[in-house]
């Protein structure tokens, strides 16, 4: 039985929860190492403590159960608004994905569930000895994976959250990759100007940021090689659009490049009607 139905059958049993709500209930929640996170709408958000009372009942696996009631915002894009509703209250945990452990406190840290397929698929497309700069790393999404792989001769991460840095620097050593990435606290867009100062230039650059970061193109054009280089570019656009690549190329044209897509992936849906895409762009000075 789908979950809906059964937490419905299980609210019919408390006389506080209102009947006419029951249709309100999500279709599902998302689930973090036995950890359920829901996200319930305004008129349900009185009756939190009812909802979860019977969500443990029906799910004896969970150890905890939160509400989220924000998106993911803000210059460090970070979640809004987790409040504990039963069970343990740790909110630190490690995830373990595709053989790759991340560690990372969830009411703090954003962690999507639906980027799995993309933080798996990265890792496949690096070649040996490659030079890559990851621009907004995190704690290490995608970078992790990829110095798993002992492809790249080396990963430089760059990011500005102090709090997604630390995980970053924890999660290297957790995952024994502390030879091949060099993480570095800051602005992207000035930390790339001081690597240049120290003669690095990339093969691979990771653009893993919504909305797509277009103010960043140019810093990342900054330091490709001339020859052969790829920039792995996110954004949120509709199903057949060229949009994001467009802009990207009008810029990479303008700074004296050539751009070929190597592949478009769409990662998930977004809103209705728009996508989360990353884009695989090959870029070769002209
Ligand atoms: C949350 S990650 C994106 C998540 C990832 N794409 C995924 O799929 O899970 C983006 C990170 O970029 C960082 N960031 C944003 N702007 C930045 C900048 N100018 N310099 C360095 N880091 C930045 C944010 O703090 C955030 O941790």
Same mark, same amino acid.
């Given at each position: ?97 595709n053989h790759v452990k ?13 980027? =799995?397929?993309?933080r798996?698929?990265?890792p496949?497309?690096i #070649? ?12 290490g999404?995608f970078s992790l994976g990829m110095a798993r792989t002992k492809k790249p001769?080396?990963i ?15 999660n290297i050593?957790l995952n024994h990759v502390?030879?091949i990435i ?6 992207? #867009? ?39 280089? =790829?920039? =792995? ?34 990662? #998930? ?15 070769? #000075?002209?």
């Amino acid at each position: 039985m789908k979950f809906k139905e059964m937490l419905k059958i299980e609210l019919k049993k408390n006389e506080d929860f209102p009947e006419n709500l029951l249709d309100l209930l999500p279709r599902g929640y998302q689930e973090l190492n036995h950890i359920a996170i829901l996200n319930l709408k305004p008129a349900l958000r009185k009756y939190t403590s009812q909802i979860a009372e019977s969500m443990h009942e029906i799910l004896p696996s969970l150890i905890a159960i939160w509400h989220k009631s924000g998106e993911i915002k803000g210059k460090f894009r970070q979640p809004q608004g987790l409040v504990h509703l039963w069970g343990d209250t740790n909110s630190e945990i490690i995830v373990t994905e595709n053989h790759v452990k991340y560690k990372f406190d969830f009411t703090k840290i954003m962690f999507a569930k639906g980027n =799995v397929t993309e933080r798996r698929i990265l890792p496949t497309r690096i #070649k040996e000895g490659e030079i890559v700069i990851d621009m907004f790393a995190g704690i290490g999404y995608f970078s992790l994976g990829m110095a798993r792989t002992k492809k790249p001769k080396k990963i430089f991460c760059i990011e500005w959250n102090p709090e997604a840095f630390n995980y970053l620097c924890e999660n290297i050593q957790l995952n024994h990759v502390e030879e091949i990435i060099t993480p570095i606290f800051g602005d992207c #867009k000035e930390k790339i100007v001081e690597l240049k100062e120290n003669y690095i230039r990339a093969d691979r650059i990771i653009m893993g940021l919504l909305p797509a970061p277009v103010d960043a193109i140019p810093a990342a054009l900054s330091i490709i090689k001339d020859e052969g280089a =790829v920039v =792995v570019y996110e954004g949120v656009e509709e199903k057949e659009s060229t949009k994001l690549f467009d802009k990207f190329s009008e810029i990479a044209n303008r700074e004296g490049f050539i751009t070929t897509i190597i592949e478009r992936r769409i990662v #998930k849906i977004y809103k209705p009607h728009l996508y989360h895409v990353v884009i695989e762009i090959l870029v070769k #000075k002209k």
